[in-house]
Nanobody, 125 residues
Framework: QVQLEESGGGLVQAGGSLRLSCAAS????????MGWFRQSPGKEREFVSG????????YYADSVKGRFTISRVNAKNTVYLQMNSLKPEDTAVYYC??????????????????WGQGTQVTVSS
């Protein structure tokens, strides 16, 4: 099973930017759809963004569309989430996710086979 480790979280002021990284170890993720989710206290884990195995297809939750950009470098077994124009409501623990099966796109928690441990993002107003 693939192991995922996020990094890049931290404290930032509203309007600022952060770049999250997700490094995979174990089996290559190059054939897997990947995604990012987030969870804030008292709320369910929610989908943020997903990317196909090739990187050709990218999709976003409406709440982050136009501000966040997902990308991947399969040669490095790494996925990124560039977050711009951050808002206080973006504050959450952000989780990297790999699909259950090769090729499968991640669109919800049901399509996730592996999770990272999460990285905290805090946006101050």
């Amino acid at each position: 099973q693939v192991q995922l480790e996020e990094s890049g979280g931290g404290l930032v002021q509203a309007g600022g930017s952060l770049r999250l990284s997700c490094a995979a170890s174990g089996p290559t993720i190059s054939c897997y759809g990947m995604g990012w989710f987030r969870q804030s206290p008292g709320k369910e884990r929610e989908f943020v963004s997903g990317i196909s195995w090739s990187g050709d297809s990218k999709y976003y939750a409406d709440s982050v569309k136009g501000r966040f950009t997902i990308s991947r470098v399969n040669a490095k077994n790494t996925v990124y989430l560039q977050m711009n124009s951050l808002k206080p409501e973006d504050t959450a623990v952000y989780y990297c996710a790999a699909g259950k099966k090769p090729i499968m796109l991640i669109t919800s928690t049901q399509s996730v086979g592996s999770w990272g441990q999460g990285t905290q993002v805090t946006v101050s107003s």
